[in-house]
C-alpha cells in the first residue's frame, strides 16, 4: 500500500505553500486539500502568470492529476464558482480532475454576516478574521446542525437551507447587524448549479482505495501551525486544525498512512491580523521585508507584518506535525540584507526560555542572533550558493534537527534549490 505525505505550513501562514505544492505535483496522482476555506490563498507563478487558488488544491493546473476537496475543508460555493471561471482560459476542465467530499461544510451568505458582526462586536479586541465566515461555519459543524456538499443533490435541501438560514437571522437580530444580503443569496444558489456539475462523494473511500492500489498522494494544508486552533496563538487562530493530525481528519486516513511530512517556512516571518508576534519589526526593517517580499495577503491584500525568523516557533511546529523535510520559502527576499537575525529564545518573567509560549504578551522578549547577510546571483544548484547562505541554512538544521530539502528564491516553478540528503 502507497503512503500519503504532507505538505503544510509551519509559522502563521503565508509559507508559500501553493507554489511548492505545484512543483511537486508531478511526483502524485493525487493531491488533496484537508482543511481550511477560502480564507486561505495559495499563490502559483510559472510562464510568467501569476494564479491564486483560495479552495482548489494546488495541483489543478496538472492534467494528469486528480485533485480532491476533503471533508474537513469549508467551501464558499461562490468563491468556488469564481476559481473555477478563473481557470477556464487556461483549458482546465476541473469537472474531469476536481472531486468534492460530500461531507465538506457549506459555507452560507449568512454565515459570512454572523463573522462580520461577531468580529465587529469585539472592538480593540478583535482577532483579524478575513470575514469569509469560516468560524461561524465551523461553529455551525461541531454544533451539529450545518449544511454538507452532500445535501445540495439531496431533495430537501431547500427545507435544510432555510431552517438554517432562519437560525442565523435570529441571531443577527440580537447582533444589530441587518445587512442585505439578497444578491449574495441569488449568487449562492446559482453558484450550486456549477458545484453539482462536479462529483460529488464520499472521497474517504476513493482516498483509500487509491492507496491500495498504489497510488502517491499529497495532502495540502492551509493557513499554518501557529494558527491552529489546539495549538496556536490562540484565541488569534483559524477554526481548524493546521496540522498533521488535521489531514487525518480532514480526508479520513489512518495515521500510519502518513509518511513524509514536508514543513514549508519563510526564511523570515510574517503574520496577517491580530495576534502575538515574538519577532515582529516596527521599524525600517521590517518594512523593507515587507517590501521586498511584496507581503500583502493573496486572499485580503492586506499587509503582512514582518519579522526575523522565530526558531522556538519553528522548533514547536516541528515537534507537533513530525517534520521529516523543511522547505525554506523565500530566502531571495533576504539577499543584500546584511546583517540577518534570528531568534533562538525568548527572556521571560521567568528568566530565558526555548519554548513557544502558551500566552506571549510584553512580559517576553525575543533574543536575537546576528549572522552575515547574502547576495544572490541567479539560480545555482546548492552548492553553487553563497557560503553566508549555506551558513544560514546549517544553523536551521542544527537548531530544529530536520534537514532542509529545498530553498525558494523566487516565485517562479524555476526558481528552486534543491538540497540532497
Same mark, same amino acid.
Given at each position: 500500500?502507497?503512503?500519503?505525505?504532507?505538505?503544510?505550513?509551519?509559522?502563521?501562514?503565508?509559507?508559500?505553500?501553493?507554489?511548492?505544492?505545484?512543483?511537486?505535483?508531478?511526483?502524485?496522482?493525487?493531491?488533496?486539500?484537508?482543511?481550511?476555506?477560502?480564507?486561505?490563498?495559495?499563490?502559483?507563478?510559472?510562464?510568467?502568470?501569476?494564479?491564486?487558488?483560495?479552495?482548489?488544491?494546488?495541483?489543478?493546473?496538472? *492534467?494528469?492529476?486528480?485533485?480532491?476537496?476533503?471533508?474537513?475543508?469549508?467551501?464558499?460555493?461562490?468563491?468556488?464558482?469564481?476559481?473555477?471561471?478563473?481557470?477556464?482560459?487556461?483549458?482546465?476542465?476541473?469537472?474531469?480532475?476536481?472531486?468534492?467530499?460530500?461531507?465538506?461544510?457549506?459555507?452560507?451568505?449568512?454565515?459570512?454576516?454572523?463573522?462580520?458582526?461577531?468580529?465587529?462586536?469585539?472592538?480593540?479586541?478583535?482577532?483579524?478574521?478575513?470575514?469569509?465566515?469560516?468560524?461561524?461555519?465551523?461553529?455551525?459543524?461541531?454544533?451539529?446542525?450545518?449544511?454538507?456538499?452532500?445535501?445540495?443533490?439531496?431533495?430537501?435541501?431547500?427545507?435544510?437551507?432555510?431552517?438554517?438560514?432562519?437560525?442565523?437571522?435570529?441571531?443577527?437580530?440580537?447582533?444589530?447587524?441587518?445587512?442585505?444580503?439578497?444578491?449574495?443569496?441569488?449568487?449562492?444558489?446559482?453558484?450550486?448549479?456549477?458545484?453539482?456539475?462536479?462529483?460529488?462523494?464520499?472521497?474517504?473511500?476513493?482516498?483509500?482505495?487509491?492507496?491500495?492500489?498504489?497510488?502517491?498522494?499529497?495532502?495540502?494544508?492551509?493557513?499554518?501551525?501557529?494558527?491552529?486552533?489546539?495549538?496556536?496563538?490562540?484565541?488569534?487562530?483559524?477554526?481548524?486544525?493546521?496540522?498533521?493530525?488535521?489531514?487525518?481528519?480532514?480526508?479520513?486516513?489512518?495515521?500510519?498512512?502518513?509518511?513524509?511530512?514536508?514543513?514549508?517556512?519563510?526564511?523570515?516571518?510574517?503574520?496577517?491580523?491580530?495576534?502575538?508576534?515574538?519577532?515582529?519589526?516596527?521599524?525600517?526593517?521590517?518594512?523593507?521585508?515587507?517590501?521586498?517580499?511584496?507581503?500583502?495577503?493573496?486572499?485580503?491584500?492586506?499587509?503582512?507584518?514582518?519579522?526575523?525568523?522565530?526558531?522556538?516557533?519553528?522548533?514547536?511546529?516541528?515537534?507537533?506535525?513530525?517534520?521529516?523535510?523543511?522547505?525554506?520559502?523565500?530566502?531571495?527576499?533576504?539577499?543584500?540584507?546584511?546583517?540577518?537575525?534570528?531568534?533562538?529564545?525568548?527572556?521571560?518573567?521567568?528568566?530565558?526560555?526555548?519554548?513557544? *509560549?502558551?500566552?506571549?504578551?510584553?512580559?517576553?522578549?525575543?533574543?536575537?542572533?546576528?549572522? *552575515?547577510?547574502?547576495?544572490?546571483?541567479?539560480?545555482?544548484?546548492?552548492?553553487?550558493?553563497?557560503?553566508?547562505?549555506?551558513?544560514?541554512?546549517?544553523?536551521?538544521?542544527?537548531?530544529?534537527?530536520?534537514?532542509?530539502?529545498?530553498?525558494?528564491?523566487? *516565485?517562479?516553478?524555476?526558481?528552486?534549490?534543491?538540497?540532497?540528503?
Amino acid at each position: 500500500m502507497s503512503k500519503v505525505d504532507v505538505l503544510l505550513g509551519l509559522q502563521w501562514g503565508d509559507e508559500g505553500k501553493g507554489k511548492v505544492v505545484d512543483f511537486l505535483a508531478p511526483k502524485y496522482d493525487i493531491v488533496a486539500r484537508f482543511q481550511g476555506g477560502p480564507n486561505a490563498g495559495h499563490t502559483l507563478e510559472f510562464d510568467g502568470k501569476k494564479h491564486v487558488l483560495h479552495q482548489i488544491p494546488s495541483g489543478i493546473f496538472h *492534467p494528469g492529476i486528480l485533485n480532491i476537496i476533503g471533508n474537513g475543508v469549508v467551501i464558499d460555493p461562490i468563491v468556488f464558482a469564481k476559481e473555477i471561471g478563473d481557470l477556464e482560459p487556461f483549458g482546465v476542465d476541473a469537472t474531469k480532475t476536481l472531486v468534492l467530499s460530500n461531507k465538506a461544510q457549506l459555507i452560507l451568505p449568512t454565515h459570512k454576516l454572523i463573522d462580520k458582526a461577531l468580529e465587529f462586536a469585539k472592538g480593540e479586541e478583535k482577532i483579524g478574521s478575513t470575514l469569509r465566515g469560516i468560524g461561524p461555519t465551523y461553529q455551525d459543524k461541531i454544533g451539529r446542525h450545518g449544511l454538507r456538499i452532500g445535501d445540495i443533490i439531496e431533495k430537501d435541501f431547500d427545507a435544510k437551507y432555510q431552517k438554517l438560514k432562519k437560525q442565523h437571522l435570529s441571531l443577527l437580530s440580537t447582533l444589530e447587524l441587518d445587512d442585505d444580503f439578497h444578491d449574495q443569496e441569488t449568487q449562492f444558489f446559482k453558484s450550486l448549479d456549477l458545484m453539482r456539475k462536479f462529483r460529488i462523494i464520499s472521497t474517504e473511500y476513493l482516498i483509500n482505495d487509491s492507496l491500495r492500489s498504489g497510488k502517491n498522494i499529497l495532502a495540502e494544508g492551509a493557513q499554518g501551525t501557529l494558527l491552529d486552533i489546539d495549538f496556536g496563538s490562540y484565541p488569534f487562530v483559524t477554526s481548524s486544525n493546521t496540522t498533521t493530525a488535521g489531514a487525518c481528519t480532514g480526508l479520513g486516513i489512518a495515521p500510519k498512512q502518513i509518511n513524509e511530512v514536508f514543513g514549508i517556512f519563510k526564511a523570515y516571518c510574517t503574520r496577517v491580523g491580530s495576534g502575538p508576534f515574538p519577532t515582529e519589526l516596527f521599524n525600517e526593517e521590517g518594512e523593507k521585508l515587507r517590501k521586498l517580499g511584496n507581503e500583502f495577503g493573496a486572499t485580503t491584500g492586506r499587509p503582512r507584518r514582518c519579522g526575523w525568523l522565530d526558531i522556538p516557533a519553528l522548533n514547536y511546529s516541528c515537534m507537533l506535525n513530525g517534520v521529516t523535510q523543511l522547505f525554506m520559502m523565500k530566502a531571495d527576499v533576504l539577499s543584500g540584507i546584511d546583517p540577518v537575525k534570528v531568534c533562538n529564545s525568548y527572556n521571560s518573567s521567568n528568566g530565558v526560555t526555548s519554548e513557544f *509560549p502558551y500566552d506571549y504578551n510584553d512580559s517576553y522578549s525575543p533574543n536575537l542572533n546576528e549572522m *552575515p547577510g547574502w547576495q544572490l546571483d541567479g539560480i545555482p544548484d546548492y552548492e553553487g550558493l553563497p557560503k553566508n547562505l549555506h551558513a544560514f541554512v546549517d544553523s536551521i538544521e542544527e537548531s530544529v534537527d530536520v534537514p532542509v530539502t529545498l530553498i525558494s528564491l523566487g *516565485p517562479d516553478r524555476k526558481e528552486t534549490v534543491l538540497k540532497k540528503v
